[in-house]
């Protein structure tokens, strides 16, 4: 116990880190030094007392003595709890015990033996902070012989646990009786008669049984209606045929009757024993004891117990009703098998609306754990077979639960560690099958461990496996083509042989054969198509090479075992194709050129591409077109599959985000493995080298910049060829000087597409004015904003509406901007017409709303045929805000002449708009000549910062050129 507390004050010591600061004071100058306070040192004071607790500087035989130390905080406060180590300098005398714990009054105290005459120095010894203090006593020994008796020494505690001279009402005393032999060791196990010389104080009971430290303890309390005064407390206990008497002195501190109920807990073992330490099956238990002022048992309270020290132990349950005398009883164990430490333990109960709660200090102690021999299910295994494994665990000759054991195996599987159940035992499967997946064989050894305890071990045989299965693993690739095509001829096949768990064997022997070959196909060689005989690798593979014939269709081989040709397997999804890609039979289409790339991410495309060999006939289903773009993100591949009518097609899908190349156009590139194309000269279907003509083609590139040549950073698909040919870019770019020549017909066929990233604000440029003397229509090109040069996404609408009552606006010749392409340095804006009628003198406005809803205002004037004193003077107008809320406000505007007022309300944080967009999306307000007009702003967000912009229109049309502007900010 005195170890456990020693290392709980470390880390309670250690976490105890002093903290200082300092700040200047407003009354000296900024030079001036800051006085230091220093805290008063703490104090270890040691001293020697003999049997009648005086103080001594001799000791002799008679026994008795005892050494003790006193800690003290710098405030003179004793220091509680703490652990303190006692030496001799010589062997003139021996300690009881070399170590103790601080009492509540800051005192440790070891019993000390005379052994022969002499001097010495005793030293006692404590942590305090990061230091040690130290004390030193001189003493003599007189006279020697030893201790000659056994003593009891009595003590007078209050519900604090603390030591004391008074009873009083509702102070929870109790008295402690220290039964030791004239050694300083405890006598455990014996009644303790406790007795009163006066009817002023009633002990709660007349015996009481020594714990493992010697100790008994009864409570006591005022006798009712007793007057105050002092009384003589008697404990008497039998050692042999010896009666042993101990006496203290007490007071009773005032007379009446108790005025508050008191609560005492204790922790008890399997012995009904009081007990400081809780061990692991040890029966623990808790009891709390709940009395009124008179010291009446408290029946039927609820008592609620806690603990600070979590992990270290677990209590269940954690309430219980106080019974007829009072006592309520739970349970307590460590945590686990394996906990050490020390925790404080709380009870508490309410009575009367007020909370009543004792506390008591224990400690965890580590636990004895025993293992029993290792139980196999079975001690010889075929191949990769399991077997159970017991193991038993007891502390104590008791079998314990939670106790973890470590288990290992030299070869297999095992569980790493398994716990004990309530009988102590835990069990587990053993698998003689490595964690690679093949089987061990020969002699395995198994051991179990537990914390504390010796290891102990099994071995069993396990038979060496026999390869009985054997699976088709992969065929790479899976589709190669007809000998001499120019493209992939030669694919390898991979079979695993397996034992009866499944695991890989390494170096059996495996014979290939065709069983299905559609003509001149091959193993291991080119037109060899007879049986192949190869050993399985170590992680059991065995492969196979091969090669393509004259004649497309499936292939299928067979693979068995030599040592057992009845076990085999076959191939799955080999074929040889009738011909690749072609470069004249590739085409790449875009669903959408113009999307809304340049300010959104995510805005999407469909690629599509649709391949054929030389023939025009569509390439095998599954062959791999790849993807590559110059911006955006586009999905590597696609394989590709018979459509409904028979073609060979595939799609992928392409979506902006960065990068955003700084034109807006956006290349991208399909392309796969395939074939040039040549002149057949003589006519037999079939590339002829020397006597066909080759149209040879330079490595693949992606033209990001669409000049016509490769540049240096651009994407390219090097074939390491360096023959001398033309270069070239558009829908199909090739690389000058990278052709490989009339050698080969293999070569990357490509095809390039550009999307357009538009974007969502647009640009107008009226490209058509109407005339004064007949403003029928007016013709508009509408472009990106961000790029004058492309269009709008496709999608984007275009609308608009007329000022005067008398113009209506007819139809928008197209409302809806197309798909459009085209090369880089072309106009690709989109032209609109719009068809007016008696619109002359009136304004047009014009709305362009992008497929995400963003809008984009223009405003028109239409000319008229000038009048004799024609209105063109625009309105004045006068804005301010009042009565601003949390979520609005109220705009106050005023005009000079009747018209009409827009505003529009957004955030600080967005841009200015323009009058048109003012005009065309604003709120519209009819107001009066010289006359204010209260408009309410509602649905605003609080704390936020608002603009209002405002224009005015009068009757004539005549309209603010620039927009008004006031700003407020919503109550928070």
Known sequence: MNLLRYVFSVIVLTALVACGGGGGNPGTSSGAPTPVVVAPASTLALQIFNSGNVAVANINASGGNYAKATFKDGTGAPIAGRLVS??????????VSATALTNSVGEAQV???????????LQAQVINGTGTLTASFDFAVVSTGGPVGTSIAVQLFNAANAAVSNVTYGGGNYVKATFMDAAGVPIANRKVTFSVASNIATLAAATALTNAAGEAQVGIYPSVGATAGAATLQAQAVDGTTTFTGTLDFAVAATGLPISPYMVVQIFNSANAAVSNVTFGGGNYIKATFKDASNVPIVGRMVGFTLNGAGIALVSPTTALTNSLGEAQVSIAPASISTVGAATLTAQALD????????????????????GPLTLGSSSLTAGGNTSVTITAQ?????????????????????NVVTTDGSGSASATYSAVKAGGSSCSGAVTLSASAAGSAAQKATLTIAAPVANAINFVSATPSQIFVKSSGAAEQSVAQFKVLDSTGAAMPNIPVVFSLTVNPGGVGLGASGTPGNLTANSDALGIASVSVFSGTIPGPVEVKAALVSAPTVFTTSKNLTVASGPPSQNHLSLSVETFNI???NLDGSGTKLTVRVADRQGNPVPDGTVINFTAEGGQVAPSCATARDASGHAVCSVAFISQNPRPADGRVSVLAYAEGLKEYIDVNGNNAYDPGVDTLVDVGDAYRDDNENGQYDVGEFVIPKGGTVACAGAGGSSPARANTCTGAATQATTVRQQAVILFASSSASLTLTTAATPVSPTFITVRVNSADHSLLPMPAGTTISATGSGATCVIGTITPSIVPNISGVTGLQLGSSHSIALTGCGGTTIFIK???PSGLVSGFSYDVPAVPTSSPDTTPPVSLIAVNSITTTGATLIAQLNEVGTGYY??????????PVGTVRLTGTAVAMSANTSVNVPLTGKTANT????????????GNRQSTVSSVSFKTLP
């Open 86 to 95: 006692f030496s001799i300098s010589s062997d003139i005398a021996t300690l």
């Open 395 to 415: 502390s104590n000759s008791i079998p314990v639960a939670g106790v973890n054991v470590s288990l290992t195996a030299d070869c297999g599987t095992i569980a």
């Open 904 to 913: 529009l309300a957004q955030l600080s944080t967005d841009p200015v708009p």
């Open 352 to 371: 009367a609306g007020s909370t009543y709660s004792a506390s008591i200090d224990f400690a965890v102690a580590a636990a004895n754990v025993t293992l």
């Open 848 to 850: 362009v709303t992008s």
């Open 111 to 121: 019993g000390i033996l005379s052994a022969k005459v002499g001097a010495a120095t």
């Open 945 to 956: 910062d608002y603009v209002i912009y405002f224009i005015a229109e009068d009757a004539a």
């Open 596 to 598: 809304e790339g340049w």
